[in-house]
Antibody, heavy 122, light 107 residues
Framework: EVQLLESGGGLVQPGGSLRLSCAASGFTFSSYAMSWVRQVPGKGLEWVSG????????YYADSVKGRFTISRDSSNNTLYLQMNSLRAEDTAVYYC???????????????WGQGTLVTVSS | AIRMTQSPSSFSASTGDRVIITCRASQGISSYLAWYQQKPGKAPKLLIY???TLQSGVPSRFSGSGSGTDFTLSISCLQSEDFATYYCQQYYSYPWTFGQGTKVEIK
């Protein structure tokens, strides 16, 4: 059974940093691209960043480019999102999501974690 | 970025109704479109990908169609568990983008 479990969310001050983790199980982690998608409570979905199965290719939304870094560790089946220079508008639930098909990033997500809430506030 | 526009933003329907949600892309995206269902407090669930391919385990009352810029999600006979918010998403080009959502409420 595929499982994705996010952690690392919490309250952080503007300008601060946070690292999110997503522990994956139930599939060959290194074969699938992964993404982070966020959702302001009560609002819509926003794709944040994606990474290929090998980790060699990464992509970002303009809203986080230069501030967030996506990475993965296939030795422990974990996806990360390092978030720096956080702003109030980064407040959201952050989901990790698995690509539907193995290979390069493709963009349809068949499994999602339960989400972790990041609150940026003083 | 490609803008995805869904209509309507919300509507009320009754169990047994046939409902159609539309999604329009600001430029052509071929068939690189997915539909998701989200219930309050839960993660989105993939319903349809490649515009018209039903994800494994999704009931056949759900169907998708379209290509290029105009797409539809149809639910042939609305069930109680279908009351939720639905999102379209393009994965034709980065940044991947979602529609604003369509909330289906009980009439």
């Amino acid at each position: 059974e595929v499982q994705l479990l996010e952690s690392g969310g919490g309250l952080v001050q503007p300008g601060g940093s946070l690292r999110l983790s997503c522990a994956a199980s139930g599939f060959t982690f290194s074969s699938y691209a992964m993404s982070w998608v966020r959702q302001v409570p009560g609002k819509g979905l926003e794709w944040v960043s994606g990474i290929s199965g090998s980790g060699g290719n990464t992509y970002y939304a303009d809203s986080v480019k230069g501030r967030f870094t996506i990475s993965r560790d296939s030795s422990n089946n974990t996806l990360y999102l390092q978030m720096n220079s956080l702003r109030a508008e980064d407040t959201a639930v952050y989901y990790c999501a698995k690509d539907l098909r193995s290979g390069s990033l493709q963009g349809a997500f068949d499994y999602w974690g339960q989400g972790t809430l990041v609150t940026v506030s003083s | 970025a490609i803008r995805m526009t869904q209509s309507p933003s919300s509507f009320s329907a009754s169990t047994g109704d046939r409902v159609i949600i539309t999604c329009r892309a600001s430029q052509g995206i071929s068939s690189y479109l997915a539909w998701y269902q989200q219930k309050p407090g839960k993660a989105p669930k993939l319903l349809i990908y490649a515009a018209s391919t039903l994800q494994s385990g999704v009931p056949s009352r759900f169907s998708g169609s379209g290509s290029g810029t105009d797409f539809t999600l149809s639910i042939s006979c609305l069930q109680s568990e279908d009351f939720a918010t639905y999102y379209c998403q393009q994965y034709y080009s980065y940044p991947w983008t979602f529609g604003q959502g369509t909330k289906v409420e009980i009439k």
